[in-house]
């Protein structure tokens, strides 16, 4: 059973940093395309940004680019977005997704997100 597990949110001041993590289970990791979507409230959702099954190959939405940094670390199953210069436009829930493989942009499985709150 694929497990997406995302951690590292909370509540940080307007310039600040953060670091998401998500911890995978249940397939190959390293055969995996992997993104990070998040929604805003009252928003849809927004994709954020993707990095290649090697990690290699790096991905960004105009809204945060220069801002986050995707990464992963194949030999410990986990997916990180490092998130700098926070504003409060960046307030919403973060979602870690698997794509359907390692070349497909379509979404495969979901974590249950962690919110993280841009705030003063």
């Known amino acids: 059973e694929v497990q997406l597990v995302e951690s590292g949110g909370g509540l940080v001041q307007p310039g600040g940093s953060v670091r998401l993590s998500c911890a995978a289970s249940?397939?190959?990791?390293?055969?995996?395309?992997m993104s990070w979507v998040r929604q805003a409230p009252g928003k849809g959702l927004e994709w954020v940004s993707a990095?290649?099954?090697?990690?290699?190959?790096?991905y960004y939405a105009d809204s945060v680019k220069g801002q986050f940094t995707i990464s992963r670390d194949n030999a410990k199953n986990t997916l990180y977005l490092q998130m700098n210069s926070l504003k409060p436009d960046d307030t919403a829930v973060y979602y870690c997704?698997?794509?359907?493989?390692?070349?497909?942009?379509?979404?495969?499985?979901w974590g249950p997100g962690t919110q993280v709150t841009v705030s003063s």
């Open positions: 249940g397939f190959t990791f390293s055969s995996y395309r």
């Open positions: 997704a698997k794509h359907s493989s390692s070349t497909s942009w379509y979404f495969g499985s």
């Open positions: 990095i290649g099954s090697v990690g290699i190959n790096t």
